[in-house]
């Protein structure tokens, strides 16, 4: 896991008391839901297709499975509203340090 915050985590939102956690397969059609409501993504293909779906499902057992990759949720009643998914990257600047892409938000 990427994150230092310990998972899941408890905070206050506009809209409510919100839960960050870390995805898990059985967030698959919410996740695709969320991608397909983004114009972005939907103009780049992502249109919540069913036959798509074991190629998310399959992204995001991948993505869980490398160590320098995570995905997380947010829900809010029970309910996934939000997503993001972080890459942690070795870098030559800095001393080496690393740099964290934070992308599907």
Do not use: C, K, W
Request: aromatic share 2%.
């Amino acid at each position: 896991m990427l994150t230092g915050l310990p998972l899941p985590h408890s905070f206050d939102s506009r809209a409510g008391l919100a839960l960050l956690r870390r995805a898990a397969p059985t967030d698959t059609d919410a996740l695709i839901a969320l991608l397909a409501d983004d114009p972005i993504s939907a103009a780049r293909g992502d249109v919540a297709s069913e036959t798509d779906r074991p190629a998310y499902a399959a992204a995001l057992v991948e993505i869980l499975s490398e160590r320098s990759n995570d995905l997380l949720v947010v829900e809010l009643d029970d309910m996934v509203v939000g997503t993001l998914q972080l890459t942690s990257i070795p870098g030559m600047a800095r001393r080496g340090s690393r740099r964290l892409l934070v992308e599907a938000v």
